[in-house]
Nanobody, 122 residues
């Protein structure tokens, strides 16, 4: 059974930092690309950052320079380091694993975690 478990969310003030983790089990982590998504109340889920199996990363414009995605295949864990947080970063953050070829395709592909809440106050 595939499980992705996110952790590291919380409440911080604007300008603060958080580090999200996503631990995978029941799936071959190293052969899957990983994405971090977020969904704010009343908004559609959006891809925040993605990292391919080869380590190539991409970010949505609003987080470039502030967020860093990484992965540790040996630990079957992915990370999202979030710095200089803004109130508009408030959302539930989800990790997702899917094939490389689908990393930047819209759609409910692959496996999802249960989400972790990030709240940034001004």
């Amino acid at each position: 059974q595939v499980q992705l478990e996110e952790s590291g969310g919380g409440s911080v003030q604007a300008g603060g930092s958080l580090r999200l983790s996503c631990v995978a089990s029941g799936i071959s982590f190293r052969i899957n690309a990983m994405g971090w998504y977020r969904q704010a109340p009343g908004k559609q889920r959006e891809l925040v950052a993605g990292i391919s199996t080869g380590g190539t990363t991409n970010y949505t414009d609003s987080v470039k320079g502030r967020f860093t995605i990484s992965r540790d295949n040996a630990k079957k864990t992915g990370y999202l380091e979030m710095n200089s947080l803004k109130p508009e970063d408030t959302a539930v953050y989800y990790c997702n694993l899917r094939p490389n070829t689908l990393l930047y395709q819209s759609g409910d592909f692959g496996s999802w975690g249960q989400g972790t809440q990030v709240t940034v106050s001004s």
